[in-house]
DNA sequence: TTCATTTCTTAACTTAAGTGAACGAGTTTA
DNA sequence: TAAACTCGTTCACTTAAGTTAAGAAATGAA
């Protein structure tokens, strides 16, 4: 399991067996169950995540409905809104799948870079090329209506649609379920033309 | 005009004279006028740039129709993405007022950073708030409607309904000129009773 | 298995956004 | 100054999303 991490880290940083073990060490791995709750609204956590293996998401209770924004599967890390701001959290993190997943704090974080600055520079990477990402995903999702969106998803993330019930894949769209039905049913309809 | 520069510069990290000197010696800051394209689709610009005055847009073209996703105003900086993908640009940026910012390359970065670690640091913490904010921005475009996000822009950044022409505020707001018009009527239909 | 719950789809109706066209006000250009 | 543009608004019409409700299918729990 740790193989996928460290392939991971690879990408951007080339560690020594010390540097391997430092990490190792800390007993970052967590497995958790379909369904679990991993933040709560209103709870001041400290957590960040690294999904190893697995699915989670991010959704928001509005008006008394769930209103999912993203999704985070294998490769893809989070941390939550509330770990930077100290605030509470606005919203909830949660397993669509079993999932595997590294569990650190900021204060981990701290340690390493002092002990190897190197990672300074993978976090500062890793986090210019998400923002340069989220940007151009923002971008997308502004200029195309609801139905480009998900024909962009097929293309982009098909695993997701498999992965995922409709409902949350409706708002992660920016949409309601009945309307993602329709408009599934609306593109079938086209494409039997 | 400095000063606006430095006091940014002071809310993240505390600067010696020389560290002073050093950012002045680089000759960052350009005025530029109403209407000037700065970065055009297709071009590989390594230009970065930081609001001190006025405003810029970011803009796609799209079917012949400009699409603007973003403006940056006074304390905003804005690294385009072929920057950081070394692609050609997929968009355009331009000056929506007679604009002062600086204009850097991430070459001048990493001489500063060198010569001033405080720098890495500073940057970094700048990308981690500005994806955070990015992220919460996101999540509340995808989780309200056209109106309500008319009227959330109206809360947190009413000076751009003012600066900024209707027709690029409509795109930012994912819809189309007329149905904001159509909605500022509506709004203004329900205050009245 | 059976019952309850969740999830997805369909349908009818309402509401709002997209589209194409027209108009006036204000700007720019020749 | 006149003609050409740009910009915002309005209108009529089309299209698609929101809403409410109902029912079928899948899932989970007792």
Request: aromatic share 10%; proline share 4%; charged share 30%.
């Amino acid at each position: 399991m740790q193989d996928i991490l460290f392939d991971f880290i690879s990408k951007y940083i080339s560690l020594t067996e010390d540097e391997r073990n430092a990490i190792l060490s800390l007993d970052l791995f967590r497995s958790v169950k379909k369904g679990t709750t991993l933040l709560k609204e209103g709870q001041k956590s400290q957590e960040e995540y690294f999904v190893l293996k697995g699915c989670i998401r991010k959704y928001y209770i509005i008006d008394g409905e769930e209103k999912t924004t993203a999704f985070y599967t294998e490769m893809e890390g989070l941390v939550p809104h509330c770990v930077v701001s100290k605030n509470p959290s606005e919203y909830f993190i949660s397993c669509v799948e079993d999932t595997i997943l590294t569990v650190t704090n900021p204060d981990m974080g701290v340690d390493l870079n002092v002990k190897f600055p190197k990672f300074e520079i993978m976090c500062r990477i890793l986090s210019e090329e998400l923002l340069a990402k989220q940007q151009i995903n923002f971008d997308e999702f502004k200029t195309s209506s609801p139905e480009q969106r998900y024909l962009n998803l097929l293309q982009k993330r098909p695993d997701l649609i498999q992965r995922v019930p409709q409902h949350q894949l409706a708002s992660y769209l920016g949409i309601k379920p009945q309307s993602l039905s329709r408009l599934r049913a609306r593109i079938l309809e086209k494409s039997k033309e």
